[in-house]
């Protein structure tokens, strides 16, 4: 299961999705912060519950409409989880 480190959190601010890592150093007055995509706004929401690739790939296929059959949804998923991890921004326990 993937779940978000409670460094990181999720704002919404005028339509824009915001990544903001409440613990990185600041200096000069700037901090840390990478702007989402409403679909990757979609991730961090069920990764803050925590949740599994499956669920991850389910929750797109039930909000988004029309996707098209050549689209790989979970290689995708799976290379945003993997910058997120790299980032330190998530955790993975293996299930029992």
């Not at 409670?6 to 915001?18: D, K, N, Y």
């Not at 007055?29 to 961090?44: M, Q, S």
């Not at 059959?69 to 955790?91: R, W």
């Amino acid at each position: 299961m993937y779940k978000t480190v409670c460094s990181v959190v999720l704002r919404e601010i005028h339509g824009a999705f915001l990544l903001v890592d409440i613990t990185a150093k600041v200096e000069n007055d700037t901090c840390v912060i990478y702007e989402l995509d409403p679909l990757g706004a979609l991730f961090w929401r069920n990764l803050e519950k925590g949740c599994d690739l499956y669920e991850l790939v389910e929750a797109v296929k039930s909000t988004y409409e029309n996707i098209p059959d050549d689209t790989d949804i979970e290689k995708d998923i799976v290379e945003f989880l993997g910058a997120l991890m790299q980032k330190e921004f998530l955790t993975y326990e293996k299930p029992l």
